[in-house]
């Protein structure tokens, strides 16, 4: 009943700063409804939900056969190639930003690491739906490793690849905040099936963040940053989709 009573609050409050700074600013009704719905939804979900519940995960008879390597599969930048033309040997995960102790890891390195492997479904916002198997590390292990600074309340994936497949093309980010980060089931894989992760599926380090939506699911990670704001990158809106109209949180 609390839960309700506040929800209820939140979206009487909510509805009337949204109108209140449509007036003030001229922003759209529509623009400033669906920035509404999507707050409300990310935090009725976390209030509902807790904070380390498990996405639905299968057996080995249910992984699709046919999982569609959407969106970018052949990144064209220059040094994205050259990693890929050495096997990635020369490959290295970067965590900078609001940290006490940058990293900079081989994939030997990452793999050396404690595993996790899940199978698990992926849900893209196009309608379709396939389930693979997916081992990595998680996210939460090199946080930690690195020491996140107070200030730090977003992670910002920063990729080689460029959705217009132009080797100076805009770079692919993608960001979610703590909560995620540290979920059990977000890592960052290297492996799909049993077998090292192919470039089409984000070779060599894509990242699995399971209770979002697939555009979530940063591919080919060049970088991990801590912020305190993701205002200052791209177009300010906390990914490469979300800077052309789709919403930050995709949570499913």
């Known amino acids: 009943m609390n839960r309700r009573r506040w929800l209820t609050g939140a979206i009487a409050t909510?509805?009337?700063?949204?109108?209140?700074?449509?007036d003030r600013a001229g922003t759209?009704?529509?623009?400033?409804?669906?920035?509404?719905?999507?707050?409300l939804t990310r935090r009725t979900q976390r209030l509902v939900i807790p904070r380390?519940?498990?996405?639905?995960?299968?057996?080995?008879?249910?992984?699709s056969p046919d999982f569609r390597p959407n969106g970018s599969v052949d990144p064209a930048a220059a040094d994205y190639k050259a990693l890929r033309a050495n096997d990635f040997a020369d490959y290295r995960l970067v965590i900078d930003g609001l940290v006490e102790r940058p990293l900079s890891l081989s994939l030997a390195e990452l793999r050396a690491r404690p595993?996790?492997?899940?199978?698990?479904?992926h849900d893209c916002v196009e309608g379709w739906t396939s389930i693979a198997e997916w081992t990595g590390v998680r996210?939460?292990?090199?946080?930690?490793?690195?020491?996140?600074?107070?200030?730090?309340?977003?992670?910002?994936?920063?990729?080689f690849d460029a959705l217009d497949q132009r080797e100076d093309g805009e770079r692919y980010y993608e960001?979610?905040?703590?909560v995620d980060a540290r979920h059990p089931q977000t890592i960052l894989a290297w492996a799909?099936?049993?077998?090292?992760?192919?470039?089409?599926?984000g070779a060599p380090l894509r990242l699995r963040v399971e209770r979002q939506l697939g555009y979530k699911h940063a591919k080919y990670i060049q970088r991990i940053e801590a912020v305190e704001s993701f205002a200052h990158i791209g177009g300010g809106k906390g990914g490469y989709w979300e800077d052309r109209g789709y919403e930050w949180y995709a949570g499913i």
């Open 192 to 201: 799909m099936n049993g077998e090292t992760l192919a470039v089409p599926y």
């Open 175 to 178: 960001s979610i905040d703590l």
């Open 28 to 39: 759209s009704l529509a623009e400033q409804a669906r920035r509404m719905g999507e707050g």
């Open 139 to 159: 996210l939460e292990t090199l946080l930690d490793e690195a020491g996140l600074k107070p200030g730090a309340r977003y992670i910002v994936f920063h990729c």
């Open 52 to 63: 380390d519940a498990l996405a639905p995960t299968y057996d080995r008879a249910d992984i």
């Open 14 to 22: 909510a509805a009337t700063a949204m109108l209140a700074a449509c």
């Open 115 to 121: 595993a996790r492997t899940q199978i698990t479904k």
